[in-house]
């Protein structure tokens, strides 16, 4: 398959690692030459096999061509993308599907009006995309089912793990998701319950170990003998409970954030955040291996 | 040093692997002698060389004498575990300290007005101990600093991870933090945005897999080039209109339950819950281990 890769930050060179990798050809694009040509020299290291399949487009208008898949990456900002796709609205091919990587703005907010808004899409990773299979498949209103159906089966012969949601909604999953967690996690730390640190252990060293390869309700539906739903008889009245106590959004404060944040800056220092980053999508690799090793031991 | 299990179930036979294994003398005592014996036949399949440091206490008497630390398992009913603490009371030792395994009841609520209440304290695992290192110590309003200081030691000496927290509060930090996630999840299968089974691919597909090694913090400290401080400053608006959001407490009705329950039953069968259990287990046994091999690994 011929991909396209617009964008080419952090996340658009790692996509375009997961789409080379795969056996696909990978054309990457970039108003700026400098970082297509940083993105190409980030898959030859990442991945050497896969940087032969990959080359760099001087313009849109080579980029588009005969693409039959387009990511596009490129900054978070509703005037550029807006800007973008009526320029790809204008180059499109009679099939090429476009979808974006952006983690917050809806799809229906940059193609409403155009021309082909049934091929285009959201597309969101978890970053790094190469590290981390999750995808979340968000439609705009007039996305076609074809075009969902179609990326679905193009994220998965990738190795990747799509999700699709019915509709359009703030955050996302993932991010509504993050959200609910972090929102009780700075609320712990202002109420003075526990330590920034002593709330991160208590996912990195007992929840987080069941929801790398358990999901929340599949977590629930093996702590009680006959399932999930005995799960919630018993414990429902208690979830509401505290569903109600938790009810309660606030705000982070700037003198709440410094207070996790010298915690944070005790562990690793600020000059120590670009290895750490390093650090962390080493361990990721390594993890993602060793969970299918896991379970391909498992099953046998 | 001399270690009691108090209750037999399924918390109380792990917390004596956790015990033993450490080189802990153990002695099991529960009301049912047949639950300890199987208690000891656990540790025995568990780890063979542990269970001879295990023994079995016919009686609460013999069970408390001469113990450096109790860890208290009984059944989660208040009444249970008032009685209990009132014939613990009359027995205990000088130095003796008793932390309950309960997951939902405040130490205050059956240790209010005993003569030992500085030694009484809730250390609670997240199951099974033996496999997942969190523990968390939530001290009565009596507690002693020095019971909090012991057991943390004492935790650490057997490779637990204990965190502590600063006072009694519902649901204690574990469970507010999975009502918090759980509460999301609920809302989005009934709101019709995305499949139960999507839903948990995107925690151990994605979220999930730097939750097992890095907690909320942690990460999210990592993706902003300036760490969490700059991190808050670009998403702290975002995520305060998804906490807004977000604040609106929901009973599980039986509707919903039964139809998150029909995906997890499609995916495991209800007769196949007792060796997905065992698969689970074995699963994090596994991952436990390959955690530390990583770090290790990533650090020389």
């Known amino acids: 398959m011929k991909v396209t890769i617009l964008g080419c930050g952090v996340v658009g060179s790692s996509w375009a690692v997961v789409f080379a990798r795969a056996g696909n050809d990978v054309l990457i694009h970039d108003p700026q030459t400098a970082s297509a040509e940083a993105a190409l020299d980030f898959v030859r290291k990442t991945d050497a096999e896969a940087a032969k399949r ?17 990511q596009e990456s490129a900054p978070e900002r509703l005037p550029i993308k807006q800007a973008l796709y009526r320029q790809i609205d204008a180059l499109l091919g009679p099939a090429t599907v476009v979808a974006s990587s952006t983690s917050g703005l809806p799809a229906s907010a940059f ?32 996305t076609s089912p074809e075009t969902l159906a179609f990326v679905g089966d193009l994220m998965r012969s990738l190795g990747q793990s799509p ?29 003075g319950i526990c330590s920034p640190t002593d709330v991160d252990l208590a996912i990195s060293e007992g929840l987080g170990l069941r929801w790398c390869f358990l999901g929340p309700f599949a977590t629930i539906d ?46 690793v220092p600020l000059s120590d955040l670009p290895s750490r980053r390093y650090w962390r999508d080493g361990f990721l690799a390594e993890l993602v291996r060793a969970k299918r090793a896991i379970a391909e031991g498992l099953n046998t």
Chains 1, 2 share one sequence.
């Open 54 to 70: 990959c080359s760099i487009a001087p313009d849109l208008e080579t980029a588009l061509k005969g693409a039959d898949y387009v």
């Open 222 to 267: 093996l702590n009680a003998a006959q399932g999930i739903k005995e799960y919630c008889q018993n414990l429902g009245p208690m979830y509401f409970g505290l569903a109600q106590e938790q009810a309660d959004p606030r705000e982070w404060s700037p003198d709440l954030v410094a207070r996790i944040e010298a915690d944070m800056r005790a562990l």
């Open 111 to 142: 193609t409403e009006g155009l021309t082909h808004g049934a091929r285009y899409l959201v597309a969101h990773p978890i970053n790094p995309p190469h590290l981390i299979p999750l995808v979340e498949l968000i439609p705009a209103p007039w």
């Open 163 to 191: 999700i699709t949601l019915a509709r359009e909604i703030n955050g996302f999953v993932v991010n509504r998701l993050q959200s609910a967690l972090l929102g009780e996690a700075f609320r712990l730390v202002e109420d």
